[in-house]
């Protein structure tokens, strides 16, 4: 293998909607290089954070029906039972739900915590507070996903937070999905909460730390057969 080569597999790849960032941290770098030099370093270290933000490295997925993974990296800030946003249509009554809390250093592609098929996809506009509080469940800005999987219906929420301004979600209604699947992303630092069925048991403890895509929230079935895994 060449030294070039190398290089090349350990680099970690960017997620395309980071181009266009980037692009402009670079440019805005290069003009306050033009200032002040020391301005242009900070500049320059502002561009290489913004790299970092778009990072998208691959992960080997856990793979058993009823497992329910982590869509997001983050630590997990909330669990308990409580009401599903209205405008997923998941019914009246509390559900299981794990929040994790996305700082501006994590990973921000979002993964799917199941395999299922989407079944609704609901936006709602808010405000931008603190995504660590649990008000921020209910007020700030969101994007809902509905699963539907064999082992019950999912609702995956991306939620805005204090300083992210944006949610991007890549899939639509009817669309299958697979567990660990690039769902969509969030920027710049924010939430996601993850509603399962009341079969769901927690594997995670608040105060953990999440990798989307890898981490194992809650088990539907606790009995069943050995793991196998997906890289992706």
């Not at 403890?205 to 895994?229: H, Q």
Request: glycine share 10%.
């Amino acid at each position: 293998m060449s030294i070039l080569e190398s290089v090349r597999k350990s680099l970690v790849p960017i997620h395309p909607e980071g181009y266009i960032f980037i692009a402009a941290f670079a440019i805005a770098a290069l003009l306050l290089h033009w200032v002040s030099s020391t301005l242009g370093w900070v500049g320059f270290i502002a561009t290489a954070w913004c790299v970092y933000f778009f990072r998208d490295p691959q992960r080997l997925t856990p793979l058993r029906e009823g497992l329910v993974v982590s869509p997001a990296d983050g630590v997990v800030c909330s669990i308990g039972f409580f009401l599903p946003p209205a405008e997923l249509g998941l019914g009246a009554e509390p559900m299981q739900r794990v929040s994790i809390f996305m700082s501006v250093f994590d990973v921000h592609v979002n993964r799917a915590p199941i395999t299922g098929r989407i079944s609704k996809v609901a936006y709602k506009p808010g405000i931008f507070l603190n995504a660590d509080l649990d008000k921020a469940s209910e007020d700030n800005e969101r994007n809902g996903v509905v699963i539907d999987a064999p082992s019950g219906r999912y609702g995956v929420v991306q939620i805005a937070g204090l300083v992210a301004r944006r949610i991007v979600c890549f899939v639509q209604d009817g669309q299958p999905i697979g567990v660990g699947d690039r769902f969509g992303l969030i920027r710049f630092g924010s939430r996601v909460d993850v509603y399962m069925p009341t079969a769901a048991k927690p594997r995670v403890a608040v105060g953990s730390r999440a990798i989307a895509g890898e981490t194992i929230l809650a088990d539907v079935n606790s009995t069943a057969a050995p793991l196998s895994f997906k890289a992706g």
